[in-house]
């Protein structure tokens, strides 16, 4: 299984690493859309959709893609970049405020309606900030995806060797406070370095990576949600030793849109109050 994993792992970056550089804008945006719309139908997995809405919902959510498409070659980056910002900012109240509320009164969204809109709002905003990062700056998404791949690990790491006190054992038992401070210790570390080589120029980048690794953790805890509640162990079987997609990329989901957010009303301030 570990060498499955592995294996996996290499040919995603070998993949994503390119793309990300080399790709057209269009190019990009048209494969991001697909691993989207992967995300949607393992999204209607959870909600235990019949087949047949399954595929309703798919080639809705293609379609609007579609459209999207189009009007991002038509009407330019501009445009595309000026109407995600205010969909990163009401993810970022989404994932600051909704759902932490949600999680400390354990009241979750019932109707199925509503999650299927959450879900396509949720997918909309990741698909819309991969193809934002890629044209502002692909580094911005590699240092975000980063993050949330070593606050991951060293979560896991921190979690077996010293894990005591459980983070929500009703939604995924193997979680603790403990893997959460060693996420937020091998963050700063990560941030520090940064700051200490000039890949960044301010200190601003450790609060902001700690509020990223923070939303990452809420964004494991919604999708363990639920999967539980669907009674399903992985969202799906799409990366041969990883499980499904949404597996690999739930800590991204919040992380981008909200880190992208940071970013742009950090040099918003910077411009306007600089003297």
């Not at 993810?91 to 396509?120: D, H, S």
């Not at 905003?125 to 975000?144: C, K």
């Amino acid at each position: 299984m570990l060498k499955t994993r592995v294996i996996t792992a290499v040919i995603l970056l070998g993949l994503f690493l390119p793309a990300l550089f080399y790709l057209p804008m269009m190019w990009w945006a048209s494969a991001m859309l697909l691993l989207t719309l992967v995300c949607l139908h393992e999204w209607a997995g959870f909600l235990r959709l019949t087949p047949l809405h399954t595929h309703f919902f798919l080639f809705f959510s293609t379609l609007t893609g579609i459209v999207l498409l189009i009007l991002l070659q038509q009407w330019g980056f501009h445009w595309f970049f000026y109407h995600a910002l205010h969909v990163f900012t009401g993810m970022t109240f989404f994932w600051l405020i909704i759902v932490p509320l949600a999680m400390f009164y354990n009241t979750f969204f019932k109707q199925q309606a509503f999650n299927l809109f959450l879900g396509w709002s949720l997918m909309l905003s990741l698909w819309m900030a991969l193809v934002t990062a890629q044209e502002v700056n692909p580094y911005v998404l590699l240092v975000i995806i980063s993050t949330i791949w070593l606050a991951d690990s060293a979560a896991y790491f921190f979690g077996k060797q010293f894990g005591r006190h459980k983070l929500a054992p009703s939604i995924s038992p193997g979680k603790t406070w403990e893997g959460v401070l060693g996420a937020l210790l091998a963050v700063a570390v990560y941030a520090v370095t940064l700051k200490a080589t000039g890949a960044v120029a301010t200190w601003w980048i450790l609060p902001g990576l700690w509020i990223i690794t923070i939303v990452g953790v809420y964004g494991d805890l919604f999708e363990s949600f639920f999967k539980r509640r669907a009674n399903l162990k992985d969202s799906g079987q799409f990366l041969p030793g990883h499980g499904g997609f949404l597996d690999r990329v739930d800590g991204v989901i919040p992380a981008l849109p909200v880190g992208l957010c940071l970013v742009f009303w950090f040099h918003y301030w910077q411009q306007s109050y600089s003297f």
